[in-house]
């Protein structure tokens, strides 16, 4: 009995190890993410998303993939990214994984200007789909500025 209890132990630790020592699907997608911007590569970005993903982003809600696309290529467009930075907390569980935390970009408009430093908070999921890791919710956002001084 004490051996069938530690092998039952020591496969259970088997299959938490990976999980446990690895980094999270999310955080992969979000790394990725943040390497797609570095080279303002909009074919990039768009390969982590799933055709049915939604993105809520400061400058809209969009539903699909090709709606995202529109988004990205609008804001690719008008500035060049200089820098990209997600930082945050990841959990697994079989094919979901969620990702929460904040990121940072910062920008050149291509129309000329000073760059400009954009920071947010996100909130990500993302799933395994077709043995691929992708996002299924993107949710970006930036905080309020600061109420008025009385």
Same mark, same amino acid.
């Given at each position: 009995?004490?051996?069938?209890?530690?092998?039952?132990?020591?496969?259970?630790?088997?299959?938490?190890?990976?999980?446990?020592?690895?980094?999270?699907?999310?955080?992969?997608?979000?790394?990725?993410?943040?390497?797609?911007?570095?080279?303002?590569?909009?074919?990039?970005?768009?390969a982590?998303?799933?055709?049915?993903?939604?993105?809520?982003?400061p400058?809209?809600?969009?539903?699909?993939?090709?709606?995202?696309?529109?988004?990205?290529?609008?804001?690719?467009?008008?500035?060049?990214?200089?820098?990209?930075?997600?930082?945050?907390?990841?959990?697994?569980?079989?094919?979901?994984?969620?990702?929460?935390?904040?990121?940072?970009?910062? #920008? !050149?408009? +291509?129309? %000329? $200007?000073?760059?400009?430093?954009?920071?947010?908070? @996100?909130? *990500? #999921? !993302?799933? +395994?789909? %077709? $043995?691929?890791?992708?996002?299924?919710?993107?949710? @970006?956002? *930036?905080?309020?500025?600061?109420?008025?001084?009385?």
């Open positions: 009995m004490k051996l069938l209890r530690t092998a039952m132990n020591l496969a259970l630790l088997a299959v938490a190890v990976p999980v446990v020592a690895g980094e999270h699907a999310a955080q992969l997608v979000d790394q990725a993410w943040v390497k797609a911007m570095k080279a303002n590569d909009l074919e990039a970005t768009m982590l998303y799933a055709p049915d993903a939604v993105g809520y982003f400058d809209g809600d969009f539903k699909g993939k090709q709606a995202i696309r529109k988004s990205w290529t609008d804001f690719l467009a008008m500035f060049t990214v200089k820098d990209a930075t997600s930082e945050g907390t990841y959990e697994t569980t079989g094919d979901t994984s969620l990702g929460w935390g904040l990121w940072s970009l910062t #920008v !050149v408009p +291509k129309g %000329g $200007g000073d760059p400009i430093a954009m920071k947010g908070r @996100a909130t *990500v #999921v !993302v799933r +395994k789909i %077709g $043995g691929k890791w992708l996002y299924v919710v993107d949710h @970006a956002s *930036v905080p309020l500025p600061p109420p008025p001084s009385k």
